[in-house]
């Protein structure tokens, strides 16, 4: 494996060298200073880290299910004007192709990557003689030379190029950039892509940082001089409740989740340390307003406030990760892999069909029925918006969703500035890159979130130095590092004793930070990090209550009833009805909730994120509100605490929010 990994990365490396040269020979005279700030962390090229364990298990549960199958039978893959036909030739093929190359390349699954192959083959043949990739409008009536659709089209063919290294790929990403250029330089940007900008700045950058051209960073700082002020519209932030009145692109949930980055990244060319940190803000005016148990937002398909019975779109929750993603990278802030790995571990599995062969265009943190039926509590989204199916409600993320497993597969480990690798979330996987000029193998093995103990195996060729960068979350109040008599440094911890077997804090709340464990490294040696994971509440809509467990969110599932509303040509629709009751308020202590709150393991099932195969649970008491009720097609929100109720008190299990179909997360509580 290792040396199949050298091997493909010698080729890389030579045929980028041919592109280099290419690509500078047929460019006209670079322009401009070509400056950006560094990142704190180097995303690793494609392929460089592996999914296993659990995470693998994910990423073929998606490829057998819709993820791996779209374009055999969806006519907006199959029959897309992308590739010569007459449906939609518009954004649905670079959205797919932008989750379809890394699920292949991950995976290594050969009928994967040849889907991936054909339809760039066909893309890069196609390539319109000004410069422009793809249709050029499409039978739909999308306007011709719409630059959106290639922001995400470009950031497939960059991961297309660090897998393969395939030679034809930098020259015409270039190309389509120089028509990029002329085009915003005769029309400004507007509508989707005047919102979306950030994600056109990253591809520019990838390609400067390969062909140095500079012309490539004038043109982002013309596209954020074009692009909608995310930072500016959190610094005065209006949407403070429940969109009403005229939606816009500016409360637009998918556009909010994609505008996180933006300050991060125009930080790169403007240098200015409140771009860099303006993510901060964004997060803590969407918590506040319009905030979720899953470290989400409410957007149904706008925001949406904060009850927990208003939805979340599927494409939000990948495009919050992918931003998310970006901006750990770019600040090396422990912060964002908290969140990420919430969202990941949380929002994301939850909204599909355990299978994947269906998902949700909305899912909800207190999801009690999903029926077409009756009148609806979203802002502006339709009555089968919640349904599991092909394409509920709208197909953008049907075409979407594929990045976020993938993609949150191939930011688990970055490098950092002072030589070594960083942890931006932890999951099971194996790296392999080179630092020093040396092959470098990390495996990390664990079963975490749903376990509180991550072993990392490091194996160099010869002795070597150089420090790993271990996040620890800010949810966790202790650690325990075990080094089996590795000699290191821990700099910065204070509070500590420690000793070659071990770190132990004493009872020190710690911020979430990275903390370097600096080492001389040989042949192959093991830590194991143990992280406390003591129950902690989440304080929501109406003073309801989510109980929390190191990442992990649980919730009461629902015994469900599935009935089919649809067959497609692969896979079905899916309402989903309950069975069992869901009005409960629970008995906690919330000073000390572990004293009311009780956990046990459990082996994991063929699928962790399962009712069947969740691997952990937590038994909690709690009583019937019979007052609580449905409203509006969904659960009204939770009676405000403490609710007097005369029901008998009842044991109630619950398990990983993601696990579920029909939940409640957000609970009202009872004396």
């Given amino acids: 494996m290792l040396r199949s990994f050298w091997v493909r990365a010698w080729a890389a490396f030579c045929a980028s060298l041919v592109v280099i040269g290419q690509a500078r020979a047929d460019e006209p005279k670079a322009r401009g200073t070509g400056k950006l700030q560094a990142t704190k962390f180097e995303p690793l090229p494609l392929g460089s880290i ?20 779209l374009d055999e039978f969806w006519p907006d893959i199959k029959e897309s004007a992308w590739f010569g036909g007459e449906a939609e030739g518009w954004e649905r093929v670079p959205y797919w192709l932008d989750g379809l190359v890394p699920l292949a390349y991950l995976l290594d699954d050969p009928k994967l990557e040849a889907k991936v192959k054909k339809a760039v083959d066909y893309i890069l043949a ?15 009536k999308h306007r011709p030379y719409d630059v959106w659709p290639l922001f995400p089209l470009l950031k497939a063919l960059a991961q297309y190029q660090e897998a393969t ?26 509508s989707w892509a005047r919102f979306r900008a950030a994600d056109l700045a990253e591809t520019l950058y990838w390609l400067h940082k390969r062909t140095g051209e500079p012309w490539l960073v004038d043109l982002a700082r013309k596209a954020f001089a074009q ?66 148990a899953t470290g989400m937002f409410t957007c149904d398909e706008h925001l949406a406030g904060r009850s927990p019975s208003q939805g979340t779109e599927l494409c939000t929750v990948v495009e919050a990760m992918y931003s998310l993603e970006l901006l750990a990278a770019i600040t090396g802030d422990a912060r964002l892999g908290d969140r990420l790995e919430k969202i990941a571990f949380n929002a994301l599995p939850a909204t599909f069909k355990k299978d994947m062969t269906a998902h949700q265009y909305d899912q909800q943190c ?44 191939s930011s688990l480990w970055m490098k950092t500035d002072d030589g070594g690798l960083a942890v931006v979330a932890y999951a099971p996987c194996v790296v392999e890159t080179k630092l020093q000029g040396k092959p470098v193998k990390l495996e ?33 109040g202790s650690f325990e590092l075990n080094a089996h008599g590795l000699k290191f440094e821990m700099p910065g911890v204070e509070n500590f004793s420690g000793s070659e077997m071990g770190i132990h804090t004493h009872g020190v709340k710690l911020e979430a930070r990275y903390v370097p464990l600096k080492a001389k490294w040989s042949g192959t040696q093991n830590i194991d990090l143990t992280l406390s994971m003591k129950p902690q509440l989440y304080h929501g809509f109406h003073d309801a209550v989510a109980i929390e467990r190191g990442p992990l969110v649980f919730a009461l599932p629902i015994e469900s009833e599935w009935r089919k509303v649809k067959d497609n040509a692969q896979f079905a629709d899916w309402e989903v009805y309950p069975k069992s009751p869901w009005n409960y308020a629970l008995q906690l202590d919330r000073e000390h909730p572990e004293r009311s709150i ?41 009676p405000s605490s403490p609710v007097a109720t005369s029901e008998p008190i009842e044991d109630l299990t619950l398990i990983p929010y993601g696990c579920t179909d029909l939940r409640i997360t957000e609970f009202p509580l009872t004396p």
């Fill in 444 to 476: 990390v093995e664990t079963a975490y979130p749903f376990r509180d103990k991550v072993t990392i195996r490091v194996t160099v060729p010869e002795a070597m130095t150089f420090p790993l960068h271990l996040r620890f979350p800010g949810w966790a």
């Fill in 598 to 638: 009780g956990f046990e393991e459990r082996p994991p099932g063929a699928g962790v994120f399962s009712t069947p195969g969740a691997p952990m649970i937590a038994r909690v008491k709690g009583r019937r509100v019979p007052s609580w009720k449905l409203e509006r097609g969904a659960a009204a929100p939770p």
């Fill in 227 to 292: 692009a909608y002020d995310w930072r500016a519209h959190f610094e005065d932030f209006r949407f403070t409740g429940k969109t009403q009145g005229k939606f816009d692109l500016d409360s637009h949930g998918v556009n909010t989740a994609m505008g996180l980055k933006f300050g991060g990244e125009r930080y790169r060319v403007s240098d200015d340390p409140k771009d860099r940190d303006a993510i901060s803000r964004m997060l803590e005016q969407l918590d506040k307003c319009h905030g979720q």
């Fill in 366 to 409: 207190n999801q009690v029925i999903c029926s077409a039926k009756g009148e609806h509590v979203y802002v502006d989204n339709g009555p089968n918006s919640n349904l599991y199916g092909l394409e509920p409600n709208f197909g953008c993320c049907t075409a979407n969703f594929h990045q976020g497993w993938p993609k949150l597969a």
């Fill in 126 to 140: 196609h390539q319109q003689a000004d410069g422009w990739l793809g249709p050029i409008g499409d039978l739909q």
């Fill in 165 to 190: 290294g395939d030679p034809r790929v930098i020259p015409a990403m270039l190309k389509c950039c120089r028509k990029i250029d002329e085009v915003i330089s005769k029309e400004p940007m507007y």
């Fill in 50 to 69: 592996k999914p296993t364990g659990w995470l693998k298990d994910q990423l073929r549960i998606q490829a057998d299910g819709l993820g791996g199958h």
